[in-house]
Every structure is written in C-alpha cells, then in structure tokens.
C-alpha cells in the first residue's frame, strides 16, 4: 500500500506515530499532482507545499490536520499562486489574499499543493467549460468528471490528494463527487466563509469538501466552518463538528423524494438508490416516500435565479480591475470588447439571460416570482423535516456522460443537476457518497438534513459507507 492510498485521517495518524513526515506525504502526492493523468490541476505550488511541509516537520508538535496535502479548486484565491476560476479573464492572476476557509485550513496544518481545474466560474456539470482543459474521469478516461468542481473531484479519486475543497451552488461539489465514486458534502448556507471565493451566485455558494472517506470530510469541515467578520452572511456553526462514529441509523426516518426517484433517472442509478435504501433498512431507519412537488420547479427557479446573480457579480470583471485588459480606443469599448474576448459562451449565456430577468419591467415577472418559488421551497423542505430525519434521492440523474455528450446542448447540461438544486435553494445541507456501480460507473447517493444537521448528515453516511463498503479506487488506477 502507497502512502497515496492512506485517508487523510490515516495519513495524520501515520504522522503522529512518527511513521512518514509531512515532506514523504507531499512528495508523494505531488508526483502524482505533476504526472496528473487526468488534468485535474491547473497551478501547482510544488515549492510553496514543499517549504510548508519541512515547517510543519520542524514543529515541537503537530497541527491538528498534521501536514498533510490537499489541492483546492480554482474559484478560491490564494495569496501569490495564480487564481483563474477557470477563465481566460483571470489568467495569470495572483490574489493578494487568500480565502478565509482556505487559510483556516492552512493554520491547522494542511498544505495546498495547487489549484484544480473547474467550469468557468463554475458554470457547468462536466468541466468542459473551463477555458484552459478538459478534466478526465478517473474510471473512465473518455468521460465527464462531472463539474463544476470536476478538478478537485477527480484529483480525489486518482489520490492525487486525500481531500480537497470545491464549491457547490445548485450541484457542484455533490454531483462531481457522485461521478467519480467519492464523498462531496455542500455545508447548510452560511456555514463556510465565502471570502475570497470568486463569486457566482451568493445566495446559494458554498465551499465544501471532497475526500473519499465520510470522517475525513466531517473532519475538514470541522476546520472549516464558523463565522467570519468578512463575510455577512456566515454564520457559528452552533457546537462541534464531530467525526462519525455511528455504525447503525436506528430511530432515524429517512424521507424517499418521489419527484426525484421517477422519470429522468436511468435505471442502473435508481436501482443502485434503491439497494442503499434496503441498505438503510438493515441499518435500523425508516425508509417512507415523501412528496416535495415543488422541487420539480427548481431547475427553472434556478435558471432564473442564478444567472440574475451571476450577471451583477461578473459585473466587475472589465478588464481594469483583474487579470488581463484587451486595449481600446477608449473605456467603453475596453469594457466590451475584453468581456466579450475573454468570457466564454456558457458565461455569456448566462450573464445575459440574467440581465434579462432583471431588467425593469420583467423583474417581477422573473426574478420576484423565482424568489417566490424559493420560498415555497425553503417551506415545503422546513414541513418535510418535521416528518423524517433525513431526505434521500440519487445525486445525480446519469453515471458519468461522455466528452463532448453534452457540450451542444445547455439544457441537457442544466439537468445533471436536477436532484442538487432543490437542496441548494433550501439552504440546507447535503452529502453524496458513493452507493455502487452502474455500468462499470459510481453512482452516487444523496442525503440532505435539515440546516445545521451536518453531524446527523456525516454520522448516516458513516454507517452506510461501512455497510455498503465502496471501493473508492477506480479501476484503471495502478496499485
Ligand atoms: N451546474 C450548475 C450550474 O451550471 C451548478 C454549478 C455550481 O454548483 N457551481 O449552474
């Protein structure tokens, strides 16, 4: 067994033992982050992780996270090491700080190895919109990672890290996770710091983790998590994280979304949903159906929502502020012709269908009547969690799609995340973890919790993990 084969909290128990350094850990990984056979990574920091990890060796005693690698993905800024967030119109660019969650992570001793590759500024469900490369399934070389945290979803799988961040606005940490037969948890609103993450949609952005293991994502969330000053909207996670121990889930009612178990979802997925919820049974819980009607609207809330957000975000990339600027007779036409050279399709897509939405006269139209539906939902999701614990549907509706399957057709894109985007516009939190194979392929299961509920979240999925025994490693990946 590698090193690269251990959990991160394998990995920093190996370390307190005195059984491999911080710099045998990085070195390790990093020669597989340089091969990367999946082109997961688009910055490197190979010097950066390498100093940090001889400081954290040096140290009387350990941090808790010990010095052990982690990649995150390219929407969080990090001091000095080129940020993009996927897109030409950030190429090259070196923040001058770095992302509050980020940093947290860092004081406790984790190493950031580099920057993984995304859809640009997350826009996507496949990674085929970055503007730079295509990410790679690990289990399959000629398919999606999924998106749009593919980069660092990917870098899990081929244990090029244990663990690492990406972010989740209607789907993108969860249905990555799903596609490459790993752990991805989107945290309950609010629970993470959005400083210094490159802004899609605020209301719904959330930084989370990837890791193949239930306890190492409860423990990176842990170091995560609780309010910031420089972000309005975080909030103290109210108690401790704490790592899974739970091996059974009597006493838990577990809530089956029909609306998500019907029509779209292929057949191997739902019947690999359907063995985890026997799974569940043996495991002591109540498995009932329940019904969330409005969650069939969420892909057009979303669409409408997200985009409205995105286009007055994106606002203040013009060339002048970030990154590179395309030259002009005068101001207005560097604005226009820098946004026009330097955003790619999706991006512009999206800015204008929210300018749209937003534009006087169809306001309420748009935009007021998806804030309307939100709220149905954010109530329709409240009065399900008086009647179950848990909410269970598949995270997403295919196994990984092939290259370019997609890429014509946005809306065909957009459904990848037709079983996420329910959660994300609740605000509560969510888990996928791996639940078997359909075709050779990971499917990937989807639990929600009420907000804050991120311990019951991580202690379910813990039991089911053990029970069901995925075997993370993708079959390609040499031993
Ligand atoms: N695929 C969805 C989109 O393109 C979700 C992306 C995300 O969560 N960042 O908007």
């Known amino acids: 067994m590698s090193l690269r084969d251990l ?33 997961a990574f688009l910055a490197i920091d190979a010097e950066g992780a390498r100093a940090r990890a001889r400081e954290i060796d040096a140290m009387p005693s350990r941090p808790a996270l010990g010095g052990v690698p982690i990649g995150i993905k390219d929407a969080l800024s990090t001091r000095d090491v080129v940020t993009t967030s996927g897109s030409r119109m950030l190429e090259g660019f070196r923040p001058v700080y770095t992302a509050t969650c980020v940093q947290r992570l860092q004081d406790a001793g984790a190493i950031v ?70 752990v ?48 309005s909207t975080s909030l103290d996670w109210p108690g401790e994280i704490a790592l899974p121990t739970a091996t059974d889930m009597s006493g838990l009612r577990v809530g089956v979304v029909e609306e998500l178990m019907g029509e779209g979802i292929e057949p191997g997925v739902k019947a690999a949903i359907e063995a985890s919820l026997r799974t569940m049974e043996d495991l002591g819980a109540t498995v009932v159906p329940i019904s969330l009607p409005t969650s069939l609207s969420g892909l057009a809330t979303y669409y409408v929502l997200a985009p409205a957000e995105c286009s007055s975000n994106l606002a203040r990339f013009d060339g002048i502020r970030y990154g590179p600027s395309v030259d002009a007779d005068n101001l207005l036409d560097q604005y226009e012709i820098t946004r026009g050279d330097l955003f790619g399709p999706e991006v512009k897509r999206r800015i204008m269908l929210g300018t749209f939405a937003l534009a006087s006269g169809y306001y309420d139209q748009y935009y007021g009547r998806a ?15 008086e009647q179950v614990d848990l909410l269970a549907s598949p995270t997403s509706p295919s196994v990984a799609f092939p290259l370019g399957d997609r890429t014509a057709d946005p809306y065909a894109m957009y459904l ?45 999925a813990h039991a089911i993990e053990q029970a069901i025994a995925f075997d993370t490693r993708p079959p390609g990946l040499a031993t």
């Open 113 to 182: 190895v580099g920057k993984t590759n995304m859809d640009e500024f997350a826009m996507g469900s496949s990674t085929e919109n970055s503007a730079y490369k295509n990410t790679l399934n690990p289990w399959d070389h000629g398919r999606v990672p999924g998106g749009s945290s593919g980069g660092s979803a990917a870098s899990v799988a081929q244990r090029q890290v244990p663990w690492s961040l990406g972010s989740d606005t209607g789907g993108s940490i969860r249905q990555p996770a799903a596609l490459c037969g790993i």
């Open 371 to 385: 804030q309307k539906v939100r709220t149905l939902m954010v109530q329709e999701f409240a009065q399900a969690f």
């Open 416 to 460: 990848a995340d037709v079983c996420t985007i329910p959660v994300s516009l609740a605000g509560v939190p969510a888990i996928s973890i791996p639940c078997g194979l359909s075709d050779g392929l990971p499917v990937g299961l989807q639990l929600a919790g009420p907000a804050f509920s991120e311990n019951r979240l991580f202690d379910a």
């Open 184 to 231: 991805g948890m989107k945290p309950t609103y609010g629970a993470v710091s959005r400083y210094g993450l490159i802004a899609f949609a605020s209301s719904l952005d959330q930084v989370g983790p990837f890791s193949r293991t239930v306890a190492d994502s409860a423990l990176l969330l842990k170091h995560m998590v609780g309010r910031d000053p420089m972000d």
């Open 7 to 39: 959990s991160a909290v394998e990995q920093i128990a190996a370390l307190e033992a005195g059984e491999t350094t911080s710099l045998e850990l990085v070195d390790a990984h990093l020669a597989a982050v340089e091969a990367d056979d999946v082109e």
